[in-house]
């Protein structure tokens, strides 16, 4: 992973964006603070079914998910 200034993105934005496209990682700093990460497309379409996994794997029920919900606010009143 590499690391630069919101500045030095903006004048160099073709090499960030060469790392990136070769499966790196580029943290931009504003101010000293991390305002930004570049990664590909690729990268962050896996990231996000990654993180979905658990209602991707189709034992997910929404029904049986807003009736437990449901139970537990009926109890609390």
């Not at 990136?20 to 379409?45: D, F, I, P, T």
């Amino acid at each position: 992973m590499t690391t630069a200034t919101a500045t030095e993105v903006q004048n160099n934005f073709g090499k960030y964006l060469q790392m990136v496209q070769e499966g790196g990682e580029v943290v931009v700093l504003k101010n000293g603070k991390e305002a930004a990460r570049l990664v590909s497309y690729e990268k962050s379409v896996s990231f996000l079914t990654d993180s979905l996994l658990g209602v991707l794997k189709g034992d997910y029920d929404d029904r049986a998910e807003r009736e437990e919900r449901m139970r537990k606010y009926e109890g609390a009143g």
